[in-house]
C-alpha cells in the first residue's frame, strides 16, 4: 500500500508535523454471514503500516455493514 500523511502541530507540541509518504504493510479480515438470498451482513478489521514525520505507526480500522443484493 502507498500511503501519504500531513500532520499538523500547535505550538509546544511534543510530536513532529509534516508530511511523509511511502509504501508499508497493510492487511484485514472480515466476515460475511448471508442472512437472506438478498440480504448479508458483513464485519471487517483492517490494519495500515503508514509512514508519518515521527516514525511509523499503525493504524486500525473497524466496519460493520449491510449489503443488498438485487
Given at each position: 500500500m502507498y500511503g501519504r500523511t500531513r500532520t499538523s502541530t500547535g505550538v509546544g507540541a511534543t510530536i513532529a508535523g509534516g508530511n511523509d509518504n511511502g509504501f508499508g504493510v497493510s492487511l484485514g479480515a472480515g466476515l460475511s454471514w448471508d442472512l437472506t438470498p438478498q440480504?448479508?451482513?458483513?464485519?471487517?478489521?483492517?490494519?495500515?503500516?503508514?509512514?508519518?514525520?515521527?516514525?511509523?505507526?499503525?493504524?486500525?480500522?473497524?466496519?460493520?455493514?449491510l449489503m443488498y443484493c438485487y
Open positions: 440480504v448479508s451482513a458483513v464485519l471487517a478489521w483492517d490494519r495500515y503500516d503508514f509512514r508519518f514525520r515521527s516514525g511509523r505507526d499503525a493504524v486500525h480500522t473497524a466496519s460493520v455493514g
